[in-house]
């Protein structure tokens, strides 16, 4: 990491417009190095709207969201109205909400509650549809502040942290559901709020693990990917995690970890008949084609190849997917 900025570990193959192995064109990001979050912001902004009879899908390096993507068949379904698909690989952020107003993305996968909030604006409302729910990310227990052993937090509880969270660093993207969660935790509504309580937040939409190596009292709030990873290595705990939390707040961030599939009005109009039945038909075949035996491995090998890791073994990077997988979506067997 130079500069607050950390370079992210690429795993697995990447591929040009329409090389891929599995039908769809699956695109790069735009943009070669995604190092923080306004940069992703950007990255988003970017991105042009399809040509005619082409669908833009935001693809994501979650395990979440990618085995959503991989496993749904979308292409045969749209193929019925005369569309293809193409895949566009994007950061988690918020900045997707305006892109598929825009008709840049026609479909993506978000956090829910984001969108509802997106959605209480009457013109977001008209051109943005929430066309179901896709999923409780880990069963809502997603959500957790990461800390290093040897770190000055070693030692503290999770009660004593959020009653005085004073002169922390905290990795975070300030554009996404994970922020909201950390104001939430904190008990405050807004970055002064946070000063205030002498809380500085870093603006990192996808903060590894490499952050430690140059500040060891940082704390993270980052992906499942990455906290896992975490946690499997050893050297890291969680300061504050699910299962300390009374039961008002699980209860909070259980309903906070739903993500949702969104779609641009005009492409849902655009598809006819075939928008009506998208949200159960897609929701289906997803679960259908991991659930399949023929199909499981296939999928778990991509998911595994295709997802963000930072350093660990292969044979971490399988037991990570399918932990994740399993709480999430009750997809295979239980490995934690």
Known sequence: MVDGTPHRAKIGPRYEQGTHPHGADWL???????????????VVDRVEAPPQGVLQVANSRLIVVRAI????????IVSHAGHSVRYVELPWTDALLPAVAERRINLAVFNRQIVQDYLAHPEAASQV??????GYSMGGRNFCVLAHRK???????????????????????????????????????DEEDLVARGVRCVNISEPTLEVFETD?????????????????????????????????????????????????SETLEALGDVAQQLYPELKRRFFANWQDPRHFSGLLRRVIDECDFHRPEPNDREMIARHILYETYRIGEPVW
Do not use: C
């Not at 549809?129 to 896709?134: C, K, N, P």
């Open 216 to 264: 060891k009292d940082a704390l993270v709030v980052g992906g499942q990917n990455m906290r896992f990873e975490a946690l499997l290595a050893g050297d890291y705990f969680e300061l504050v995690g699910y299962e300390a939390l009374d039961a008002t707040a699980r209860e909070w961030f259980r309903n906070s970890s739903a993500n949702a599939l969104i779609g641009s």
């Open 69 to 76: 993507l991989i496993a749904w068949d979308l292409d045969s």
């Open 28 to 42: 790069d990001p735009p943009a070669p190095s995604i190092p923080e979050t306004n940069e992703q912001r950007a």
């Open 129 to 134: 549809r929430a066309l179901g729910t896709l």
């Open 151 to 189: 770190s000055r937090w070693a030692g503290l509880d999770t009660a004593s942290f959020l009653k005085n969270p004073s002169n922390s660093r905290i990795y975070v993207g300030l554009h996404s559901d994970r922020y909201h969660n950390l104001l939430h935790a904190l008990n405050v509504r």
